[in-house]
């Protein structure tokens, strides 16, 4: 469905998210010999899609065999199905990669001060307390730690935007329908983009929780489709 909606455009952004980020501790240009590895911590990420890319880039790249991802999702189906896809890459049973239930508005069970990057691709939408999830992401970074959002955002141009809101309201609830048999759905997808908060009323809410932003806070992608939104934990 995801590449029914986007025209595969979500992977092509999933790919550059992980780029930009560049996880992992390359062994040979890495000052610090103690620290192996990164602990990313992979919000709503029940289908694994963005922490496959995270271990593939940390290993491939960087050279780094110890970066390690913990997928949370509160949803124990989306866990299940990211398990199963996990048996296709070669992180299904290593201590690299874990999967917990979590809601990201609590993690309780995350230490504070103890993940390097926080990632949340596409699911802070769906959250009933953003604010409170935020303020959970800012918990449990280390200091100098990087908080990493990808979600639908606002289009920055008239025209574009009414093609795009043509496009959404009416071939994607269709689709939905068709495809997956769920319209209504579909709907509240289209609909939960459309609540969601501007990328400077976001960026807005990342600095409130205390996070450093750099430069204007986010980057659009395709003309503001979506948008990456970062912070730093004060060191
Ligand atoms: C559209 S999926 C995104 C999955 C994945 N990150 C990706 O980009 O393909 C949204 C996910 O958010 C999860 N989710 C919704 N509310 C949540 C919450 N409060 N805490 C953790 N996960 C949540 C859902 O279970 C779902 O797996």
Request: hydrophobic content about 40%; proline content about 5%; overall charge negative.
């Amino acid at each position: 469905m995801n590449d029914l909606m986007s025209l595969g455009i979500h992977r092509l952004w999933k790919d550059h998210f992980v780029r930009n980020l560049n996880p992992g501790r390359n062994p040979l240009t890495s000052s610090s010999s103690s620290e192996k590895g990164w602990n990313i911590l992979d919000i709503a990420g029940g289908t694994g899609d963005i922490a496959f890319r995270m271990l593939d880039h940390a290993s491939t790249i960087n050279n780094d065999a110890h970066t390690k991802v913990t997928v949370a999702d509160i949803n124990p189906d989306m866990l299940a199905e990211g398990r199963k896809r996990a048996l296709e890459t070669p992180y299904a049973r290593s201590p690299r990669l874990d999967f917990i239930e979590a809601n990201a508005e609590k993690l309780d069970m995350i230490p504070d001060a103890s993940i390097d990057l926080y990632t949340v691709a596409f699911g802070i939408r769906n959250f009933t307390h953003k604010e409170a999830a935020i303020r959970e992401a800012y918990r449990v970074l280390k200091p100098g730690g990087v908080f990493a959002c990808m979600e639908f955002s606002k289009v920055n141009n008239s025209l574009f935007d009414a093609v795009y809101k043509r496009w959404s309201f009416s071939a994607i609830p269709l689709i939905g329908q068709v495809v997956a048999g769920d319209r209504d759905s579909y709907q509240y997808l289209v609909e939960s983009i459309e609540r969601f908060p501007s990328q400077t009323e976001f960026r807005d809410m990342i600095k409130d929780a205390g996070f450093l932003v750099p430069g204007q806070g986010w980057e659009d992608l395709t003309g503001g489709i979506a948008a990456i939104h970062k912070g730093v934990k004060p060191a």
